[in-house]
């Protein structure tokens, strides 16, 4: 049974920083990633990184998130940095299963709520 823990949320003011992790169990992901989702918003890609450990990066976040993965701990890792109100949301952990062309298995950890006060 595949499951995602994640941890790290919590209030910070502007400038600030906070750390997200998201532990998963039952098996290894191809991909694993933070989206988040604002209110009012749709839910948008924060970061994501594979099993290889190449990263892509939203260009709202870009040189001020940093995404890890400890592959051993089966943990991904969201470091976010010069924290902005804009980036208040509740993020969501994901990790993928991919198994072909077009074909990616999706699984959502339960959310964290980040806010930046101003």
């Known amino acids: 049974q595949v499951r995602l823990v994640e941890s790290g949320g919590g209030l910070v003011q502007a400038g600030g920083s906070l750390r997200l992790s998201c532990a998963a169990s039952?098996?290894?992901?191809?991909?694993m990633g933070w989206y988040r989702q604002g209110p009012g918003k749709q839910r948008e890609l924060v970061a994501d990184i594979t099993d290889g450990d190449s990263t892509n990066y939203a260009a709202s976040v870009k040189g001020r998130f940093t995404i890890s993965r400890d592959n051993a701990k089966n943990t991904v890792y969201l470091q976010m940095d010069s924290l902005k109100p804009e980036d208040t949301a509740v993020y969501y952990c994901?990790?993928?299963?991919?198994?072909?062309?077009?074909?990616?298995?999706?699984?959502w950890g339960q959310g964290t709520q980040v806010t930046v006060s101003s």
């Open positions: 039952g098996r290894i992901f191809n991909v």
């Open positions: 994901n990790a993928a299963l991919l198994s072909g062309p077009g074909r990616r298995f999706n699984y």
